[in-house]
């Protein structure tokens, strides 16, 4: 899906349309939903492992959280990103 939507936005490129100034492209939302989940799951293994006193299962929580809410910002940022209000 992503993959469709970078080379898409390639071709119409090169087929001498402008390009959209105005949305993100969907690799820069990749980037910060990365990004932002890195600091989100460092601080959710740091509550787990507070709550819990354990590291492995600590870790568990966050590596499913760090998949999990990269998929959900991923979504948000694309929807938002179609959304005019405020633009």
Known sequence: MILNQVIFSRKTQSRGFEEDKVSEKPLRSVAKAFSWRLIGTIDTLV???????????????????????????????????KIKWGK
């Open 47 to 81: 509550v787990s492992y507070v709550l819990t006193g354990q590291i492995k299962l600590a870790a568990s929580i966050a590596s499913i959280d760090f998949i999990t809410k990269l998929v959900l910002y991923f979504f948000h940022e694309r929807i938002w990103n």
